[in-house]
């Protein structure tokens, strides 16, 4: 279990949790996060840095995006990682770190922008922050309530929610 003062490091890559309605034809884009907001509303007092990696829905991350995410989580001083990103690929994302070794790394996001009233990021994040505390070192997926392995785990887009798979 991680010690109440060892910081938690939170990346942002974008995706729908950091999502702001563009202009009047309905269009939405990433914009600048909102994860130390939703922590310092949620009262959270656990240590933690936020490091924006990058800025983009997931389906327009590339391979080099997951190379410099995967970068960043092993640079990283910080053993605990919370990683938001959008829900499309987010999978594809934590296959590109599941070699990575002595961190416990939480892939996060959201099904509705953080800026909605009724939006699930708040909760994710939460849970999210709870799960980096005390899961084993390994790659995980915390959303709408579940935590995954992400090698155990698809987005099923028909249900619109993460579900468990067997392999």
Known sequence: MLSSDTP?????????????????????RVGETVVARLLEIGRVRHPFRV???????????????????????TAAPEAHVVITHGTDTMTETAKALADVTGKVIVLVGALAPARFSESDASFN???????VQLAEPGVYIAMNG???????????????????TDS
């Open 51 to 73: 490091e924006e990696v990058t800025r983009k829905d997931s389906l327009e991350l590339t391979d080099v995006d997951r190379a410099v995410i995967r970068l960043a989580v």
């Open 125 to 131: 994040l939460g849970m999210a922050f709870g799960a």
């Open 8 to 28: 938690i490091l939170l990346l942002t890559t974008g995706g729908t949790i950091d999502k702001i309605y563009f202009d009047a034809l309905s269009d939405y």
């Open 146 to 164: 579940s935590v995954f392995r992400a090698d155990r785990v698809v987005k099923d887009r028909a249900q619109g929610k993460f579900v468990a």
